[in-house]
């Protein structure tokens, strides 16, 4: 079936920084989203992309949806504490109203 | 909108005891999904509802999974009977159409001792 991989597992950062994190698949997607999901909470939707090559953002997050529609990227502009949790990149599946997950990338700020 | 809701937040049973979650989808809603989330795997997605009706059923692990979806507002995943390797946080959402207004509950933290 459909997989995103999705890199790095896991980052800690310094407040301020600036963070990149992606997602790829060997199959295309014609939709990407991406979320977060906070300790003791469900995933919510940051971003979502549906065209190859859009770029979207929100407020310091901005998205990339990849010309060969097999990947994504997400980029956090100056961390602060409140980005800590995990993100995670979706996509739906080829048949089905269903959504595939990446395993996610654990971040964690330091202040 | 009070979102998606789901009860019990941390359920404690023993092995063997039945379990039932519990999820009222957001109103107007029309599509329902239970996940469940574990370190080892992630985010699966177990079953899905259309109005009402189970579409996919092929992420539930075994005959002692069981979801219904009775009314618009309301379904229930049961499992029967537990076992420790069933300890996960389970999600539930609900969608009307496109990707956009996907959204999660608070999910229900199982543990199965």
């Known amino acids: 079936g459909q997989q995103l991989n999705q890199s790095p597992q896991s980052m800690f950062i310094q407040e301020g920084e600036d963070v990149s994190m992606n997602c790829t698949s060997s199959?295309?997607?014609?939709?990407w989203l991406w979320y977060k999901q906070e300790p003791g909470e469900g995933p919510v939707l940051l971003i979502a992309l549906y065209k190859a090559g859009e770029l979207t953002s929100n407020g310091r997050l901005t998205a990339q949806f990849g010309i060969t529609r097999k990947d994504s990227f997400l980029n956090i502009s100056a961390s602060i504490p409140s980005d800590v949790g995990i993100y995670f990149c979706a996509g739906p599946q080829e048949y089905g109203n269903k959504l595939v997950f990446g395993a996610g990338t654990i971040l964690r700020v330091k202040s | 909108d009070a979102g998606v809701i789901q009860s019990p937040r941390h359920e404690v049973t023993e092995m063997g005891q039945e379990v039932t979650l519990r999820c009222k989808p957001i109103?107007?809603?029309?599509?329902l999904f239970w996940y469940r989330q574990t370190m080892m795997r992630g985010l699966e997605l177990l079953i899905y509802f259309n109005n009402n009706v189970p579409i996919d059923d092929s992420g539930m692990p075994e005959d002692r999974f069981s979801a219904k979806m009775p009314n618009a507002s309301f379904s229930t995943l049961k499992i029967q009977p537990s076992e420790p390797r069933d300890s996960a946080v389970y999600f539930c959402?609900?969608?009307?159409?496109?990707?956009?207004?996907?959204?999660f509950g608070s999910g229900t933290r199982l543990t199965v001792v």
């Open positions: 199959s295309i997607f014609n939709t």
């Open positions: 959402a609900s969608t009307l159409r496109g990707w956009s207004g996907y959204t």
């Open positions: 109103s107007g809603h029309n599509s």
